[in-house]
């Protein structure tokens, strides 16, 4: 006969021990991340920055001329750039982050360079007479500014910046009039969209 062996139940587990685990894991990896990472980006001011894109929609679309609907639109360009400034720089304040240092200064680094080539496209573009080209132009310099500088802040950030490409990019083969539309969609709708859910996860 084979000796009778005492069945050995396993240890009961701690109840709510790998909840605290993963929790605790969690909450690591968040400091991790915001420790290395943007996180000035402003939801409301991109809320705000929508809300003047969709107004500036509406303008543009019953200008009467071309250099109208241009105008509007630059005239755009510099509010949301004044709104998305002033936004950040009170959120880096009272988050107590620096604004331009570490992963701010590499936001800017990666956001600065495709503005500038969009500034400069527009131009050239408008010199040859090909406006028709601008929204897909502008959507897809914007958005490969939004994916690089948000390399280096929170994940809404380059996820924002691809939807804009993608908005560019169906500009681009799309009839040029629908091009007011798509500015529409993209500075206006994507932003506030995005801006809502960076301000509810991320503050400010």
């Known amino acids: 006969m084979l000796p009778c062996r005492p069945l050995r139940r396993p ?21 991790l991340e915001r420790s290395t990472s943007f996180t000035a980006v402003p939801g409301k001011g991109g809320v705000l920055m929508g809300i003047t894109g969709l107004l500036a929609a509406g303008v543009a679309v019953r200008m009467p001329s071309a250099d109208g609907w241009l105008a509007t639109w630059m005239l755009e360009a510099l509010v949301a750039l004044a709104l ?21 200064r590499k936001f800017a680094l990666g956001l600065s360079p495709p503005l500038l080539a969009g500034g400069l496209r527009t131009v050239g573009l ?9 929204p897909g132009t502008w959507l897809l310099l914007y ?19 691809a939807c ?24 206006g709708g994507v932003h506030i969209v995005f801006g809502v859910l960076i301000a509810r996860r991320y503050g400010g």
């Open 11 to 31: 240890a009961p587990k701690a109840p709510g021990l790998d909840h605290q685990a993963m929790e605790d894991i969690r909450y690591i990896r968040e400091t």
């Open 84 to 104: 998305g400034g002033w936004t950040m720089r009170r959120k880096a304040r009272a988050a107590n982050v620096p604004l331009l240092s570490g992963p701010g």
């Open 126 to 134: 408008y010199r040859a007479g090909l406006l028709s080209a601008l």
């Open 143 to 161: 958005g490969a500014g939004v994916v690089t500088g948000g390399a280096f802040s929170v994940r809404a950030v380059p996820l924002m910046g």
């Open 164 to 187: 804009l490409m993608a908005l560019g990019a169906a500009a681009l083969f799309s009839p040029a009039a629908w091009g007011n539309a798509f500015l529409a969609a993209g500075f």
